[in-house]
């Protein structure tokens, strides 16, 4: 993981199929937009957990979701959404 990714949550071997998460500088509203360019659909916002978000200190989140069907590659071009949200806010 890069340092400036912030995961939310318990730790990976203690999670289900859901990663909430951040990348400092970008708003969850347009990370979702560019992983929506490059095909890769996530969630934005605050899930329903207001309280949570405002005791993080965060106005939103990221949200991703795998299971089963999902495929390496899929898993690849959400990684390379995510360095192409890097670059353009960098």
Request: aromatic share 6%; hydrophobic share 40%; proline share 3%.
């Amino acid at each position: 993981a890069q340092d400036d990714v912030e995961i939310y949550g318990p730790p990976a071997e203690e999670r289900a199929g859901l990663v909430s998460f951040n990348l400092d500088g970008v708003h969850a509203h347009d990370l979702s937009s560019i992983c929506n360019e490059h095909g890769v659909a996530i969630r934005a916002g605050d899930h329903c957990t207001q309280p949570l978000h405002d005791r993080l200190g965060v106005a939103a989140s990221a949200r991703a979701s795998f299971f089963c069907y999902n495929t390496s590659e899929e898993i690849d071009t959400l990684i390379e959404a995510v360095d192409a949200a890097r670059e353009l806010f960098a």
